[in-house]
């Protein structure tokens, strides 16, 4: 028997068409598409998912990594598939010409159930949140100690998403050289959160990024001009992530990729590079969700009156702080989040 989970799309599911008249089902592709291999996918672009297919088991240590024998196939979604049915970072099953020879178009028929969904907020543009990442097990924000200086509000966002995703949140502050990083470093060391520094000017700090990332598959994010393609050059080389700077010769203004992308490291494990993310959306976290982050402050809220936003006099947590389980800064930090939660989206 084949594995297979609710959550996870596959073509017999949705409104396939009858055979039409005159031609034989096509057993080979319905209804389960027992013979679909899997793939990553590494990329999107004008409707055309990049995929990787990993080597064989029996060829190398299948890993999922880029290893010889693995290959990248070119594939379209299936009818039934919807664009935001898929998303970088996706497991899915393809079918057809796997071959990733050039010019060659496999087709991508089901989406495995995901780990962790990373979100972009809706905007005026896209009044929908939309999955930019799938299966991110860490998310590092990336922060610039100066030019420009880190938005608190947009960090707190963003360790929610991490939270709310179950993905461990990572906290990077390039330029190091322009300023020092240790506000920043003791703004987030009430919330336990990590917080590396690095500088690009001798790149000290890097062996500390390179080993936080080693093996894992992280979704960076930060806000424009605070050096993340400059890191991810440096990380993954031959990724020729563009640098703004350099960039602006076309005189259209800096270039700008609109898919994630993951990118292969030399520590192993992946970075997905993913400059569509102005913010996260988190419409759709319930508030109580990010009690999950804060396990010292969950059982305090035993005491709390029905429907307490946590924030208000009646609140157990004062009391469960006052009795000594846990320190006043959690309580703030947790506050200070929900605060960001209700606000707004506002984007960097
Ligand atoms: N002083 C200093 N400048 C840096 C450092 N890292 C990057 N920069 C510069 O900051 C500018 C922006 O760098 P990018 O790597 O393009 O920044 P980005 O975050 O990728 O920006 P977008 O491409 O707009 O998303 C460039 O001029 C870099 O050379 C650093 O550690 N120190
Ligand atoms: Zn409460």
């Known amino acids: 028997m084949r594995r297979r989970s609710t959550a996870s799309w596959d073509e017999s599911d949705a409104r396939s068409r009858p055979p039409r008249r005159g031609t034989r089902p096509r057993t080979k592709d319905r209804p389960a598409h027992d013979d679909a291999v899997t793939g990553w996918v590494l990329t999107i672009d004008r409707g055309r998912y990049t995929c990787l297919v990993p080597a064989p088991p029996h060829t190398a240590g299948s890993t999922g990594d880029r290893q010889p024998g693995s290959v990248e196939v070119v594939a379209m979604r299936a009818r039934a598939l919807r664009p935001g049915d898929?998303?970088?970072g996706d497991r899915v099953g393809l079918v057809g010409d796997t071959s990733g020879a050039t010019d060659s178009l496999a087709r991508l028929v089901r989406v495995e159930e995901r780990t962790s969904t990373l979100r972009r907020s809706a905007d005026d543009a896209d009044p929908v949140e939309r999955v930019v990442v799938a299966n991110a097990d860490q998310l590092?924000?990336?922060?610039?100690?100066?030019?420009?200086?880190?938005?608190p509000r947009l960090v707190d966002r963003a360790l929610v998403a991490a939270w709310d995703a179950?993905?461990?949140?990572?906290?990077?502050v390039t330029k190091t050289d322009l300023a020092d990083p240790a506000p920043v470093v003791d703004a987030y060391a009430a919330l336990g959160v990590s917080v590396l520094g690095v500088s690009k000017v001798d790149w000290r700090g890097l062996d500390g990024v390179r080993s936080a990332l080693a093996g894992r598959t992280t979704a960076l994010v930060g806000p424009s001009g605070v050096g993340k393609s400059t890191l991810v050059n440096e990380l993954s080389p031959g990724a020729y992530r563009a640098v703004s700077d350099v960039s602006?010769?076309?005189g259209k203004g800096r270039h700008t990729?609109?898919?994630?992308?993951?990118?292969?490291?030399?520590?192993g494990g992946w970075a997905v590079d993913t400059p569509g993310i102005r913010s996260f959306g988190l419409a759709h976290v319930e508030p109580d969700r990010l009690l999950r982050a804060f396990p010292d402050l969950a059982p305090g809220t035993d005491e709390c009156p029905r429907g307490c936003s946590h924030d208000e006099a009646e609140c157990g947590l004062d009391d469960w702080v006052g009795e000594g389980n846990s320190t006043p800064a959690r309580?703030?930090?947790?506050?200070?989040?929900?605060?960001?939660l209700r606000a707004a989206a506002d984007t960097w």
């Open 86 to 88: 898929v998303a970088v």
């Open 140 to 151: 590092c924000l990336v922060v610039a100690a100066a030019d420009p200086e880190p938005n």
């Open 166 to 172: 179950g993905v461990d949140p990572l906290l990077v």
């Open 248 to 250: 602006g010769t076309t």
């Open 257 to 267: 990729s609109t898919s994630a992308v993951l990118l292969p490291l030399r520590t």
């Open 331 to 340: 309580l703030e930090s947790f506050r200070r989040l929900l605060g960001a």
